[in-house]
Nanobody
Framework: DVQLQASGGGLVQAGGSLRLSCAAS????????IGWFRRAPGKKREGVSCINRSDGNPYYSDSVKGRFIMSSDNAKKTVYLQMNSLKPEDTAVYYC?????????????????WGQGTQVTVSS
């Protein structure tokens, strides 16, 4: 079975940091693009970051660029999202998702495997 297990969420004060993990299993990790998404209360799901399989570089939404860092450990089949300088507007459920292919789209519709999400709450 395909599984994406996100973890690492929690409650943190503004300016703090959290590191999310997404452990993948049940599919050929190195043939899939994995991205991070989030859904804040009352808002649509938005793309946060993904790693482009073509060049290995991570890409970020403008809202998190310069604060979040995405990385991947192929041996562990795990991707990470280091979140620094957190703001209250980063409060959301964070999801990892995957699709087989290339590129690095931040549109949720491109992905068809989804994890269960982990809650991140940033207090002011």
């Amino acid at each position: 079975d395909v599984q994406l297990q996100a973890s690492g969420g929690g409650l943190v004060q503004a300016g703090g940091s959290l590191r999310l993990s997404c452990a993948a299993s049940g599919f050929a990790f190195d043939r899939y693009v994995i991205g991070w998404f989030r859904r804040a209360p009352g808002k649509k799901r938005e793309g946060v970051s993904c790693i482009n399989r073509s060049d290995g570089n991570p890409y970020y939404s403008d809202s998190v660029k310069g604060r979040f860092i995405m990385s991947s450990d192929n041996a562990k089949k795990t991707v990470y999202l280091q979140m620094n300088s957190l703001k209250p507007e980063d409060t959301a459920v964070y999801y990892c998702a995957a699709f087989r292919g290339w590129g690095c789209p931040l549109s949720p519709g491109s992905y068809y495997y989804w994890g269960q999400g982990t809650q991140v709450t940033v207090s002011s």
